[in-house]
């Protein structure tokens, strides 16, 4: 029964994973503008910020949530701006490939981005509160969800660390190197697209 379950989860939760989002945009971004090792530490965070999310979803959010209606609103809100700054960047951005040895985004700005790209997406708050919460029964032992949790966790890395390696690699960059600037727009309208339709689902 137990792996039923864990193999529903997986499979949703893949699903979920390869649908564009912002988290694709960012660490797509981050890999091609910052280099793979900017890429991989934003991988990291979205996985970091999943692996809160799956905490608190297997801990009860759906109760969190019932009993604090305002809290969703509020993220939606946070979600929204954060969202829209993101967008603004990419569309300020005048498209120019870092050069060898220059200065890129470091690890820990990478990761921090990373992190609340998802943290602050309520899209992965009602993902987790509804789907993982109704997957997850309460007759799972600890273990049970010790598994689930780092399952979970562990293929977001995957995918977002595969996506990294992907958009850093060289032949990659030197298709991009006369198209980023439209690539970085296009990345902004649809960052901006997400914010207005976080925006408004949470007033």
């Known amino acids: 029964m137990f792996a039923h379950t864990l193999l529903l989860i997986l499979t949703i939760h893949a699903v979920a994973?390869?649908?564009?989002?912002?988290?694709?945009?960012?660490?797509?971004?981050?890999?091609?503008?910052?280099?793979?090792?900017?890429g991989l530490w934003a991988a990291a965070g979205v996985a970091s910020a999943i692996g809160?999310?799956?905490?608190?979803?297997?801990?009860?959010?759906?109760?969190?949530?019932?009993?604090?209606p305002g809290l969703s609103r509020a993220l939606s809100i946070a979600g929204a701006l954060y969202l829209m700054w993101l967008g603004i960047q990419c569309l300020r951005s005048k498209g120019h490939m870092p050069e060898s040895g220059s200065a890129a985004l470091g690890g820990r700005r990478a990761y921090v981005t990373g992190f609340f790209t998802n943290?602050?997406?309520?899209?992965?708050?009602?993902?987790?509160?509804?789907?993982?919460?109704?997957?997850?029964?309460?007759?799972?032992?600890?273990?049970?969800?010790?598994?689930?949790?780092?399952?979970?966790?562990a293929e977001s890395l995957l995918w977002f660390a595969l996506v990294a390696t992907l958009f850093s690699a060289p032949r990659m960059l030197q298709w991009l190197r006369t198209r980023l600037r439209w690539f970085d727009r296009a990345i902004g309208?649809?960052?901006?697209?997400?914010?207005?339709?976080?925006?408004?689902?949470?007033?």
């Open 17 to 38: 994973l390869v649908s564009p989002g912002p988290d694709f945009a960012v660490v797509t971004r981050l890999s091609i503008v910052s280099g793979r090792r900017a």
């Open 52 to 68: 809160v999310y799956t905490l608190v979803s297997l801990l009860g959010l759906t109760l969190v949530l019932a009993a604090l």
């Open 119 to 153: 943290l602050l997406n309520p899209k992965a708050m009602l993902y987790f509160g509804s789907i993982l919460s109704q997957a997850v029964t309460p007759d799972l032992g600890g273990a049970h969800l010790a598994v689930v949790w780092t399952l979970l966790v």
């Open 189 to 203: 309208v649809v960052l901006l697209g997400l914010a207005a339709k976080v925006g408004s689902s949470g007033m």
